[in-house]
């Protein structure tokens, strides 16, 4: 570890003292050895998440949105949007990273290809895939062996996004992903205005807003609880809605909620469950999005720290 990480696990072991204190010994750190595993990774996920952070601060190049160029990355491509007020396509880059994911083997490939529309010389952008949906799916289904590698070029989705297809038509593929967001977001009279009326609904509490566009996001086929969980914190990181996870929505869950049950035992529901990352999150001062990243990840090796990726 670093010197600042040690000094942030010293932090985080105090404070798991603390909540076990006023709430009992958590079952799954008795061992000392997974208790320190469960820290680190909860620095690893702390890093990971604060990149975003870091990311919005740095000069990007222009080639990161560029679907042409090796660069082209989705999510500097929706910071470069977002500062220019491009809201919709800072949105719909978001959303292609999560669709698709960053695989280990191909990064982004998938989300660069269909952007890029395969090197055509236009982009299936926002304005173009929210005014000519049918035209994006023969586009997509025409288009399908290559995009499935027949050109030679690796595509693969992310792990998470692992049962997921390209195809143009059926309920679990990209086509219907890609229709059912642009309903979503059409709705709404465009994603500025789906997020300013989940604030408005909610009063201005961020959590709250989080809540309510997460129940309305099952709108979007294909999208389950990672994916919407995905989209959303993205959307509150880069800035371009103010919302925050309420909870770790245990609900659907498997990681998480397999590492819940391990960490602190045996408990009556799955909303004891979410109501109990939530308190811990709160007792360690970190986000819903890092207890369920660092949950998920330690309960894979409890007790020995691995970095997953992908």
Same mark, same amino acid.
């Given at each position: 570890?670093?010197?600042?990480?040690r000094r942030?696990?010293?932090?985080?072991?105090?404070?798991?003292?603390?909540?076990?204190?006023?709430?009992?010994?958590?079952?799954?750190?008795?061992?000392?050895?997974?208790?320190?595993?469960?820290?680190?990774?909860?620095?690893?996920?702390?890093?990971?998440?604060?990149?975003?952070?870091?990311?919005?601060?740095?000069?990007?190049?222009?080639?990161?949105?560029?679907?042409?160029?090796?660069?082209?990355?989705?999510?500097?491509?929706? #910071?470069?949007?977002?500062? /220019?007020? *491009?809201? =919709?396509? %800072?949105?719909?880059?978001?959303? &292609? $990273?999560?669709?698709?994911?960053?695989?280990?083997?191909?990064?982004?490939?998938?989300?660069?290809?269909?952007?890029?529309?395969?090197?055509?010389?236009? #982009?299936?952008?926002?304005? /173009?895939? *929210?005014? =000519?949906? %049918?035209?994006?799916?023969?586009? &997509? $289904?025409?288009?399908?062996?290559?995009?499935?590698?027949?050109?030679?070029?690796?595509?693969?989705?992310?792990?998470?996004?692992?049962?997921?297809?390209?195809?143009?038509?059926?309920?679990?593929?990209?086509?219907?992903?890609?229709?059912?967001?642009?309903?979503w977001i059409?709705?709404?009279?465009?994603?500025?205005?789906?997020?300013?009326?989940?604030?408005?609904?909610?009063?201005?509490?961020?959590?709250?807003?989080?809540?309510?566009?997460?129940?309305?996001?099952s709108a979007?086929?294909?999208?389950?609880?990672?994916?919407?969980?995905?989209?959303?914190?993205?959307?509150?990181?880069?800035?371009?809605?103010?919302?925050?996870?309420?909870?770790?929505?245990?609900?659907?869950?498997?990681?998480?909620?397999?590492?819940?049950?391990?960490?602190?035992?045996?408990?009556?529901?799955?909303?004891?469950?979410?109501?109990?990352?939530?308190?811990?999150?709160?007792?360690?001062?970190?986000?819903?999005?890092?207890?369920?990243?660092?949950?998920?990840?330690?309960?894979?090796?409890?007790?020995?720290?691995?970095?997953?990726?992908?």
């Amino acid at each position: 570890m670093r010197p600042a990480d040690r000094r942030l696990a010293t932090q985080l072991d105090a404070r798991l003292a603390t909540y076990e204190k006023a709430h009992g010994l958590l079952p799954g750190i008795e061992d000392q050895s997974a208790r320190e595993v469960l820290v680190e990774q909860i620095i690893e996920s702390i890093r990971r998440i604060d990149f975003v952070q870091a990311m919005k601060k740095r000069p990007i190049s222009e080639m990161r949105r560029n679907p042409s160029s090796e660069m082209y990355d989705p999510l500097r491509a929706a #910071v470069l949007f977002a500062t /220019e007020g *491009s809201i =919709d396509e %800072a949105c719909w880059q978001v959303f &292609l $990273s999560v669709h698709f994911g960053k695989s280990l083997r191909s990064a982004w490939q998938y989300p660069k290809d269909i952007y890029g529309r395969l090197g055509d010389g236009g #982009v299936w952008g926002w304005a /173009e895939v *929210s005014s =000519d949906v %049918a035209g994006f799916r023969n586009w &997509l $289904s025409a288009n399908s062996p290559q995009l499935k590698g027949s050109d030679g070029i690796i595509r693969r989705f992310s792990n998470h996004r692992k049962y997921v297809s390209i195809d143009a038509w059926s309920e679990n593929g990209t086509g219907s992903a890609v229709a059912t967001y642009v309903g979503w977001i059409d709705a709404a009279n465009g994603h500025q205005r789906l997020f300013n009326s989940a604030s408005q609904q909610s009063l201005g509490e961020p959590r709250e807003a989080f809540r309510l566009l997460y129940a309305s996001m099952s709108a979007v086929r294909s999208f389950g609880r990672i994916a919407k969980f995905d989209y959303l914190t993205m959307i509150g990181k880069l800035g371009l809605a103010n919302i925050e996870p309420d909870s770790a929505y245990m609900s659907g869950a498997t990681g998480p909620l397999t590492g819940s049950k391990l960490l602190f035992g045996k408990l009556s529901s799955i909303a004891r469950y979410d109501a109990a990352v939530v308190a811990l999150g709160t007792e360690l001062g970190v986000n819903m999005q890092v207890m369920e990243d660092s949950i998920c990840n330690w309960q894979k090796s409890p007790d020995k720290f691995i970095a997953f990726r992908g």
